[in-house]
């Protein structure tokens, strides 16, 4: 299976073959076909299989095959990604792959200046990345019109729903004209997405690859059994011993990732934190430093992190565990990216057995147990099933200390399972215009591509 049997230019398969693509992924040996014959596509595949390529690939051949003049305001082509990073990301793709082609593109995102996207907008484009949010207000504000939208691309629409843009989304569809190919990309199928497809799509092929209860088969797993307090000890050493790898570090909260970005600059570990209150500014020099490798290590929530892809990840750090499985899987998948190797190492404190059971259970694999780094004192192998007693029981037992290491923490389930993993309030990355509106000079809003 090559590209060039999917029916792409000479010119786009240069371009992919430059770029070192050597063989299409499933989601795109699947889906690239059916784009380029004007179907409408839901796609179900989790992050990391290739589908910002599968999406733009066929609609740049079709777009550069049948150039058109493009109105004032107008799109031909509108990606909807849940947040500005992800969008960015998108938009970058764009340009690699459309690269030599006259196609003209643009990104428009909350937390950063209206003034150059309006430019960007005025002279119409044929690709146009957005976040929900930003692109509503673009087009209040009439300077954004959706009558010529050829095709729509919902991405990670699972995420979208999360973060509180179904509304949004439902509205941007409808403005769309009804002519139009629609397609849908989640990791998941929650019911509100199958009913968006079943109500907006037209006969859409169902494209699936991988399900998410299955973790990449390259990545190699593993937990290690520590007290809270000894996590920051224990990470330290990790990243010490993982000299060589560009890592990523989860935290379930905003406050948490701070701390261990201090902790670990106190160690002269440089590390840089994203997460949703830092600045648009702050977020992407952390990533770009990251991605040129000047700062090894990234910490992250979920919300900041989902669908990031940065190559050459080679370890990912769980500094907590996540409470909803799902997530486990999500936050693994940024290493491995694409046939590479990679490691996942997590920590897990006796309150997070819990949610080390429902991961293993949803993965179906009993995660390896890993000693605690040298000179950390690790703790005993729990043993799960006490993690599995009724709350009855577990009220009548000793107190915390004399109980053994590992053995719940005595109040039954920690935490309820919260839909958002990021714990965070749901203020959305590029949802809505930030209250401290920063301009972005470095970043060009609209280019060639
Ligand atoms: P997803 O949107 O499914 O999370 P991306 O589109 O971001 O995945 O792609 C993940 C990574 O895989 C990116 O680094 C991308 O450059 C790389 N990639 C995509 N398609 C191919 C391919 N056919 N061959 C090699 N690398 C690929
Ligand atoms: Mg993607």
Redesign the pocket.
């Known amino acids: 299976m090559s590209f060039d049997t999917l029916g792409l230019d000479e010119i786009i398969v240069k371009t ?1 073959t430059a ?7 499933p ?2 040996a699947k889906a690239i076909p059916v784009i380029l014959a004007g179907r409408d596509v839901v796609g179900l ?9 599968a999406f733009t690939l066929p609609l740049i051949q079709r777009l550069n095959k049948n150039q058109t003049h493009t109105r004032p305001g107008s799109v031909r082509v509108l990606i909807v990604s849940p947040t500005r990073e992800l969008a960015a ?1 998108i938009h970058a ?1 764009v340009r690699t792959y459309s690269k030599g082609l006259s196609l003209i593109s643009a990104c428009v995102v909350g937390g950063v200046s209206m003034r150059q996207q309006k430019n960007a907008l005025k002279r119409g484009l044929d690709f146009l990345v957005a976040t929900p949010g930003r692109l509503l207000d673009l087009a209040d504000q009439g300077c954004l019109r959706f009558d010529d939208v050829e095709t729509l691309i919902l ?1 990670e629409a699972d995420q979208m729903l999360d973060i509180g843009f179904l509304p949004a989304i439902k509205r941007i569809i409808a403005a769309c004209p009804k002519t139009r190919q629609t397609l849908l990309f989640s990791a998941t199928m929650p019911k509100e997405i199958k009913a968006l497809s079943r109500d907006h799509l037209h006969n859409p092929e169902e494209i699936a690859v991988a399900a998410v209860s299955k973790t990449a088969d390259k990545i190699e797993q593993g937990v290690m059994h520590l007290t809270s307090d000894n996590k920051i000890p224990a990470i330290v050493g990790l990243v010490k011993k993982h000299s060589e790898k560009q890592i990523i570090v989860f935290t379930r909260t905003k406050r948490g990732a701070d701390r261990v970005v201090r902790r670990l600059e106190g160690s002269n570990l440089p590390a840089a934190a994203i997460h949703g209150n830092k600045s648009q500014n702050q977020r992407e020099r952390a990533l770009g430093a990251f991605r040129e490798g000047k700062c090894r290590v990234l910490v992250a929530t979920d919300i900041a992190a989902r ?1 990031i ?1 940065v ?1 050459g990840i080679g370890l990912v750090i769980n500094f907590e565990l996540p409470n909803v499985p799902e997530v486990y899987v999500h936050r693994i998948g940024r290493t491995a ?3 590479r190797d990679g490691l996942a190492i997590s920590f897990c404190d006796p309150e997070e057995q819990y949610y080390l059971r429902d991961i293993q259970r949803l993965i179906k694999i009993e995660i390896p147990v890993l000693p605690a780094p040298d000179g950390v004192e690790g703790l005993k192998t729990p043993n799960l099933e006490d993690a599995r007693k009724p709350k009855v029981v577990q009220q009548q037992r000793p107190p915390r200390r004399e109980r053994p290491a590992g053995a719940g923490n005595g109040q039954g389930k920690p935490k309820p399972a919260h839909k958002r993993a990021d714990g965070g309030p749901a203020k959305p990355a590029g949802a809505r215009p930030t209250r401290r509106r920063r301009p972005n000079k470095s970043r060009p809003a609209a280019s060639a591509g």
């Open positions: 992919l770029s070192g693509y050597e063989k299409p992924t989601i795109q595949a989790q992050t990391g299989t290739g589908k910002t390529a990301q793709s991405d669908g892809d190559p990216r694409a046939e």
